[in-house]
C-alpha cells in the first residue's frame, strides 16, 4: 500500500472545504484560541497583572482565529482544486498572516489606552511567530489524522469490495432456481427470464461500484422482470419516477437486493401476493429511492428472518461508503406495510 495511493484516495475523499463554514468549527476554534491566551496569561517571568494579560491576550486571539477561520471559509471554491495537505499548508501561511493584519490594528488601539507594548516591528514578529508554530503544529496533528483516515477509508473500500462480491453470487443463484423451476412448464416464459437475467449480468457482473441511478433502476427493473414472469399476477409494481431522473451515483446493486427483500418477504408469502412501489424523490439537497412492499402480518409471522437483516446491513454499509459517508438507508416498519429509504447526497453527480 504506497503513499501515492493514500494521496489520490483523500483526494478525492477528504471533508477539508465546507468544514470551514460549520458553527461547530468556529466553535472549537474559539476554544482552542482561548487555551492559547490561558497559557500566555500563565507564562512565568511577568509581574503584571495575569486578568489583564488574559483579557488581552483572548481578545487579540479571538479575532485572528475566527477572522482566520471566516478566510477560509469564504475561499472554499477557490480551494476546491486542491489536495488536503495543500489545504493545510496554505491555511498555516494565512495564520500569521491575519495575525499580521490583526496586530496592526490591536497595537494603535492598545497604545492608545497605554498599554506597554514594544515597537510595532518587533510586535508584528512576535505575534506571526506564535501564528505560525500554532499553525506548524496543527499540520502536524492534521497529517496525522489525515494518514489515519487514508488507512481506514482503504479498510472500508476493501470491507466493501467483499461485501458486494458477496451480493453479486446472491441473486444470480435466486434466478437461476427460478428459471429452472419454469423449464419443465413454461418454458417461453423460463427463456424471457434468461434473457431478462442476461440483462441483469451485463449490468452487474464485473461493472464498476457506483452506478448511475439511471442504470440501477433498469437494473431493478429488469429483476422485476424476471420475478413478474414467475409470480404472474400475484406480483403487482408501481412506479413513481420523475422524468429525466436526477443525474447522480449510487452503489451497484443497492437497489436490486431491497427489490428481492421485497418480494420474498412481503409478496411470496401472501395468498394473494402483494404491491410493490418503486418511488423516487429529488431534492435541492439529496435524492431519495423508495422500495416500498405490502406486508401481511399472518403471512409474515409465518416467515423465518433468513438473510433479511443481513441484506439490510450490506446495502446500509455500502452507503455509508458512497461519498465519504454521505449516503445511508432508512428502515419503516409499519404493519401492513414495509419501507426502505436510500438517500445519497444530490451533488453526487456523474462525472464519467
Known amino acids: 500500500m504506497s503513499d501515492k495511493r493514500l494521496d489520490l484516495r483523500n483526494e478525492r475523499n477528504a471533508p477539508v472545504l465546507d468544514v470551514f463554514c460549520r458553527v461547530e468549527v468556529y466553535a472549537a476554534a474559539m476554544l482552542a484560541g482561548e487555551g492559547v491566551a490561558i497559557l500566555l496569561a500563565l507564562a512565568p517571568g511577568d509581574v503584571g497583572d495575569r486578568w489583564v494579560r488574559l483579557g488581552l ?23 476546491a482544486g486542491l489536495t488536503p495537505v495543500q489545504v493545510a499548508w496554505l491555511a498555516v501561511v494565512a495564520l500569521p498572516l491575519m495575525s499580521v493584519l490583526v496586530g496592526v490594528t490591536a497595537h494603535g488601539l492598545l497604545r492608545d489606552l497605554g498599554v506597554p507594548l514594544a515597537g510595532l516591528g518587533i510586535f508584528l514578529v512576535h505575534v506571526a511567530t506564535m501564528a505560525l508554530v500554532v499553525g506548524l503544529m496543527g499540520v502536524l496533528g492534521f497529517y496525522a ?65 457506483e452506478v448511475r441511478l439511471a442504470d440501477e433502476l433498469a437494473l431493478a427493473r429488469a429483476y422485476l422482470q424476471i420475478e413478474s414472469l414467475r409470480l404472474e399476477e400475484r406480483l403487482r409494481v408501481r412506479w413513481t419516477v420523475p422524468d429525466p431522473l436526477p443525474e447522480v451515483r449510487v452503489p451497484s446493486l443497492s437497489i436490486q437486493p431491497l427489490l428481492e427483500n421485497a418480494v420474498r418477504y412481503g409478496v411470496e408469502p401472501a395468498r394473494d401476493g402483494g404491491e410493490i412501489d418503486m418511488v423516487v424523490e429529488a431534492a435541492d439537497t439529496e435524492v431519495r429511492v423508495c422500495v416500498r412492499n405490502s406486508v401481511d402480518p399472518d403471512a409474515a409471522a409465518r416467515v423465518a428472518p433468513g438473510g433479511h437483516g443481513m441484506a439490510l446491513g450490506n446495502v446500509r454499509a455500502r452507503l455509508e461508503g458512497l461519498e465519504a459517508g454521505c449516503g445511508r438507508l432508512d428502515i419503516l416498519r409499519g404493519e401492513r406495510s414495509f419501507e426502505a429509504w436510500v438517500s445519497v447526497p444530490a451533488k453526487a453527480g456523474v462525472e464519467q
Not at 66 to 78: E, I, K, N
Not at 148 to 172: I, N, Q, S, T, V
Request: glycine share 4%; net charge positive.
Open 57 to 79: 491576550a483572548s481578545l487579540f486571539i479571538q479575532w485572528v482565529v475566527l477572522g482566520w477561520v471566516a478566510l477560509l471559509c469564504l475561499g472554499r471554491r477557490w480551494l
Open 145 to 209: 489524522w489525515w494518514r489515519a483516515r487514508g488507512y481506514a477509508l482503504l479498510a472500508k473500500e476493501a470491507e466493501l469490495a467483499a461485501l458486494h462480491a458477496r451480493m453479486r453470487p446472491h441473486f444470480l443463484f435466486n434466478t437461476l432456481n427460478a428459471i429452472a423451476s419454469l423449464v419443465p412448464s413454461r418454458p417461453a416464459q423460463a427463456e424471457q427470464m434468461v434473457e431478462a437475467l442476461a440483462q441483469m449480468l451485463r449490468a452487474a457482473l464485473d461493472g464498476p461500484r
